[in-house]
């Protein structure tokens, strides 16, 4: 390759690095970044609704269940669907409804926000993983999964958050003792 391709070819990087690291730092994409944040917890409280207000959720789940382990394309899956929570459907059940609720009041108020990315990241593998095949979740799960990885490493996703009025305006010198994980959780430093 000669000089003026590679050169092309590291602009060309160095312009999607630049584009990407404003969408991230600029104040109109952290309104954005807050307010997809706020929808996606308002969806996972849609969702954590639907299941408390539903007389059928608990006593059904072991049969949606077999169903998925019968449809899952995921040998580990299955095994773990049949051998674990099947047997424990009850307790597998309300994990997941109150696992949603936590999420949704975590993503909404912006109060551990990371965590409760993190565990919407895992809670939507999960559901991907036992019912993606089944065609109607598939790129829901896709969706809101990648937006919880991405909320958890969005320093815009914690602009008007629980955790940054916390660090910022209610225990400023505790979060400048403990400015690592100021930054770990708002993936900035303290603006004080």
């Known amino acids: 390759?000669?000089?003026?391709?590679?050169?092309?070819?590291?602009?060309?990087?160095g312009g999607v690095l630049a584009l990407l690291r404003r969408v991230w730092e600029t104040k109109r994409d952290q309104l954005t970044w807050t307010a997809l944040r706020v929808t996606v917890g308002l969806l996972w409280l849609n969702s954590f609704w639907g299941k408390f207000t539903n007389p059928a959720y608990v006593s059904g789940f072991a049969a949606t269940n077999r169903g998925f382990a019968a449809k899952t394309s995921f040998g580990f899956y299955r095994d773990f669907l049949n051998s674990v929570?099947?047997?424990?459907?009850?307790?597998?059940?309300?994990?997941?409804?109150?696992g949603e609720l936590l999420v949704g009041v975590a993503l909404v108020l912006g109060l551990l926000t990371?965590?409760?990315?993190v565990a919407g990241f895992f809670l939507n593998l999960n559901f991907w993983m036992a019912a993606g095949q089944t065609g109607s979740t598939f790129s829901v799960n896709i969706v809101m999964g990648t937006a919880g990885l991405l909320f958890a490493l969005s320093p815009g996703a914690k602009w008007l958050s629980v955790d940054r009025l916390v660090a910022e305006r209610l225990f400023p010198k505790v979060a400048q003792r403990h400015a690592k994980l100021v930054k770990a959780f708002l993936q900035r430093p303290l603006a004080l």
């Not at 590679?6 to 602009?11: G, Q, T």
């Not at 929570?85 to 109150?98: E, G, Q, S």
């Open 114 to 117: 990371n965590v409760g990315a």
């Open 85 to 98: 929570v099947i047997p424990n459907a009850d307790f597998w059940a309300n994990l997941t409804m109150y």
């Open 1 to 13: 390759m000669d000089s003026k391709s590679e050169l092309k070819k590291v602009s060309r990087v």
